[in-house]
């Protein structure tokens, strides 16, 4: 069973950038397809970037396209997201999380999850 951990949130001011990490124990990951996620206070949560199992193929929500970065180190069991030119609408807790054995990109049903980081942009 996967656990994941995530890290480097954190409360900013609007054009700010924060790199969040989320670090997996249990097994690697190296065999699932990874995303964050993000809830926002009141809003559902939605999907903000997935990566491939090698990290070649990246997959990004419109809203954070051009500003968010997403990786993979598996030798580290670790993924990553870059956040640059935060804007307060960015506002939300992100949550990593880990698709089974799959190397499709998806957007929705990943199996399992992180407890998030908080990230707030102020403007």
């Known amino acids: 069973q996967v656990q994941l951990v995530e890290s480097g949130g954190g409360l900013v001011q609007a054009g700010d950038s924060l790199r969040l990490s989320c670090a997996a124990s249990g097994r690697t990951i190296s065999s699932d397809v990874m995303g964050w996620f993000r809830q926002a206070p009141g809003k559902e949560r939605e999907f903000v970037a997935g990566i491939s199992r090698s990290g070649i193929r990246t997959n990004y929500a419109d809203s954070v396209k051009g500003r968010f970065t997403i990786a993979r180190d598996n030798a580290k069991n670790t993924v990553y997201l870059q956040m640059n030119s935060l804007k307060p609408e960015d506002t939300a807790v992100y949550y990593c999380?880990?698709?089974?054995?799959?190397?499709?990109?998806?957007?929705?049903?990943?199996?399992?999850w992180g407890q998030g980081t908080q990230v707030t942009v102020s403007s």
């Open positions: 999380a880990g698709k089974l054995y799959s190397n499709l990109i998806s957007t929705k049903d990943y199996d399992y």
